[in-house]
Each structure stands twice: as C-alpha cells, then as structure tokens.
C-alpha cells in the first residue's frame, strides 16, 4: 500500500455552533498552523461564511455537511454544493449515517450530492458504516462495500472525494472497534477503492471516524491504512481538535 502523504483531521460539528464559538475555530486554525496533517473544519451552515473569513491565509479549511444534488431552484430549505462554494468551502461532508436516518439519504442521494460537490469544485466526504446489528450479524464488510459501491459515483479521484470509516455504533458512544477491526475495514475499502478507480484511487484519503479522542487518536492513527480521522464531539474543543491533531502530526 502506498502511503499518504499527510494525514487529513477532518472536524464535524454537527448541528452545534453560534457566533460565539468562532473563537474556537481561530483556536482551532491556530492549531493548525503548526500541525503535520492537514485540517479541515466543518461548523453548521449558519457559520460557514465567518469561519472562512476567520481563517483566510491559514491551512484550516473549511467545509460544510452537507449539499442538494442541484444547484438552484425550489428546494426550500436546501443549500447547492455551489452556495458553499461561492462562500469558500472547499470539502462537503456527504451521507453521515445521521443524515441517512434523520433525512433518509439513501447511497443513490449520496452519489447524486456527490457530483455535485464535484461541479461545484468541492471534495465530498462520503460516509459508509455498520450499525451494531451489522456487525454483530458479521455483514459488516459488505455493507461498508455495497455503501461505497453505491454513493461514489464514476471518476472519483484524491482532489474530489475522501472516504470515512465512520461505524454507526461508534459514533457519540465513547466505543470504537478494535485496531484490527479497523484495519479489516480499511483494507476493504483500499482494496474497492484500487479496483474501481485504479491509480486515480491512490491518493483518496480513508478516515475513520467514530469516539476519536485526544487519548485514542495516536493508536488509531498508528493503524495501517487509516489516513486520518472524521472527529466530532472531541472538535468542538480547540484543545482537543489540536491533541488529536498533533497525534496524526507524529504519525
Ligand atoms: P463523535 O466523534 O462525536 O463520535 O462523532 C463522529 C462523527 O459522527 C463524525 O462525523
């Protein structure tokens, strides 16, 4: 397997964040400055426009959670991968297991918003996982595999599309999976990866997200195959988003 480059700490905020906390996000940007990997940060969509102004000229990307499959029209409520683009986003998260429940996106929606982060010039970040049922039922492989089948579309490349390993039950649960759960998985979506989209799937960074936390993060990294991490509850914190990211620093 080819190494990456740089590991990618992506934060989601989920729907948590006021003007208020835009202090955390130049703390947050701060930390980046001196970090190996590269960040990026994901704030409600209410914050995107602020916290790409509070962070021009440093390497914090910015980036939203979601997009609408079109780029304008009536779809009240809805924000176009292009809408986020005009604000300076640069990466969309894409079919989080809370959106595919909460809003049931199915994989084909994801593809869909997928295309469109990439007309729109964004990189999707595009969930898979297993719920505690799947796992326990041992399918956990081929519905992460049927997952990425399913919500990436053709020509996925390093400069449009990263990958999340994020299992449903280790999401806000304070349970993650053994290292060599972990590493399974990721060898399994390598592997997809390589042989759908040949030399272009090399550089698409596997994240795994899920419980991520300063005290974990060195042994998750450390794991082969694991390129960086989708953080939630712990990048809300700018202490924490920077121990996590100084643990992929060292890696
Ligand atoms: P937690 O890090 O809070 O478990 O959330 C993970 C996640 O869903 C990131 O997208």
């Known amino acids: 397997m080819i190494p990456m480059s740089k590991k990618l700490i992506a934060g989601n905020w989920k729907m948590n964040g006021t003007l208020a906390d835009l202090l955390e996000v130049s703390a947050i940007a701060a930390a980046a400055e001196d ?3 590269d960040a990026v940060l994901c704030p409600p969509a209410t914050l995107i426009d602020r916290a790409v102004s509070a962070t021009r000229g440093t390497r ?3 980036g939203a959670q979601d997009c609408h499959a079109n780029t304008s029209g009536a779809h009240t409520g809805d924000i176009s991968a292009e809408m986020l683009a005009d604000l300076g986003a640069a990466y969309v998260i894409l079919g989080h297991s809370e959106r595919r429940v909460d809003h049931g996106e199915t994989s084909r929606t994801v593809a869909a918003k997928a295309l469109a982060a990439r007309r729109a010039g964004l990189n999707a970040i595009i969930c898979v996982g297993e719920t505690e049922g ?4 041992g ?3 081929a519905v992460v595999e049927e997952q990425l089948r399913t919500s990436i579309p053709e020509g996925a490349s390093a400069a449009n ?4 390993y994020e299992p449903v039950w280790a999401i806000g649960s304070g349970r993650v999976p053994t290292n060599e759960e ?10 997809a990866l390589s042989s759908r989209f040949g030399s272009e799937a090399t550089g698409i960074r596997l994240l795994y ?17 694991v390129d960086g991490a989708l953080v939630g509850g712990a990048s809300l914190k700018a202490s ?4 996590i990211l100084s643990a992929a620093s060292g890696t």
């Open 35 to 37: 970090a190996k990997a």
């Open 60 to 62: 914090l990307r910015i």
């Open 134 to 137: 799947e796992r326990a039922g």
């Open 139 to 141: 399918t956990t492989l």
């Open 161 to 164: 599309t990263t990958v999340a």
């Open 182 to 191: 972990i590493a399974e998985v990721h060898a399994a979506l390598r592997a």
């Open 209 to 225: 997200g899920g419980s991520v936390k300063p005290s974990n993060a060195g042994s998750i990294f450390s794991i082969a195959g």
């Open 240 to 243: 924490d988003f920077a121990a």
